[in-house]
């Protein structure tokens, strides 16, 4: 087993899982100001590691990008463009939704994702499911659906978020030639040149505290550039759809931090529906595990 993939996996999810205990200490500055400070910061750090100290990793795969041909060059150079577009709407309608519409709205997101994902490695990438997991799909399913009743503009920009991320997933399976800092670095590069017409625009608000670039630093080294450089190399090992149901670990921990850490009331309707995404989870993985110990018995015979 690719153990080294899951823990890749399962860190940068649960290091993402705690990132509304940061988003929440920052509720009196916009969505915008922590966006731009954040992919900026990001962006500036990437850059310095890269340039400085990373230069031979920087030429080799600059010689490797010039020996590939014209069809890889364009794909690869599409596929990074995307994705730093995909992540920035992400990123900004997290945060948007994070401090102006409700919490709920943000983890619901998170709880589609892993379907939307599922459903689109399977329809795009043709990555194969197995029957357990389809029934995985419908329990999640139903467990986000319920979930969603009478709050119809939480669902809406759950939906948005969800779709940015699980394409910006698929799009990295297609994306495995070069080094995963390097593409990393492109894409939160292009992520910075799609906001940047709005960032030099923006006339903030807040006054910008000590405790603020603090908290922005932090965001932008332990929740963004270590989970994201995570999550692209478990895509080296995982196909997008196993990658995809760990996302449910982010709402999952949201759900016990709303519970002990925010004091938030949880209906039991709510909590059912959170076991219910469990027990899918649980499917999901045994089917895969299950399937791929059968295919290794079968190779020794």
Request: hydrophobic share 55%.
């Amino acid at each position: 087993m690719n153990s080294k993939y899951y823990v890749a996996v399962i860190t940068a999810f649960s290091i993402w899982g705690f990132f509304s205990v940061v988003l929440k200490s920052l509720d009196a500055f916009t969505a915008f100001d922590i966006l731009s400070y954040r992919t900026l910061g990001s962006v500036m750090i990437m850059l310095f590691v890269t340039l400085v100290l990373r230069p031979k990793a920087l030429k080799t795969n600059l010689n490797l990008f010039k020996t590939l041909g014209k069809l890889d060059k364009r794909r690869i150079i599409v596929v990074n463009i995307l994705s730093g577009l995909f992540l920035a709407l992400n990123w900004y309608i997290y945060i948007y939704v994070m401090n102006n519409v409700s919490v709920s709205a943000t983890s619901l997101a998170y709880l589609l994702c892993p379907i939307l994902t599922m459903v689109l490695a399977y329809l795009i990438l043709k990555e194969k499911l197995f029957k357990l997991q389809w029934v995985a799909v419908v329990l999640s399913l139903v467990g986000c659906l319920v979930l969603s009743l009478g709050n119809l503009t939480d669902l809406f920009y759950s939906m948005i978020i969800a779709l940015s991320y699980a394409l910006y997933l698929v799009l990295q399976r297609k994306n495995q030639e070069l080094d995963r800092f390097l593409v990393l670095t492109c894409q939160v590069f292009f992520a910075v040149v799609f906001l940047l017409p709005f960032i030099i625009s923006y006339d903030s608000p807040n006054e910008k505290t000590p405790f603020f670039y603090g908290m922005l630093a932090l965001i932008a080294v332990v929740f963004t550039i270590i989970p994201m450089f995570l999550n692209i190399y478990a895509l080296r090992g995982l196909n997008s759809s196993v990658v995809g149901v760990f996302i449910y670990l982010n709402p999952l921990i949201n759900f016990v931090l709303a519970i002990f850490y925010f004091g938030e009331e949880i209906s039991l309707l709510e909590a059912i529906c959170y076991i219910l995404i469990v027990i899918s989870i649980v499917v999901f993985n045994f089917s895969a595990i299950k399937n791929r110990i059968n295919r290794r018995r079968a190779a020794h015979i």
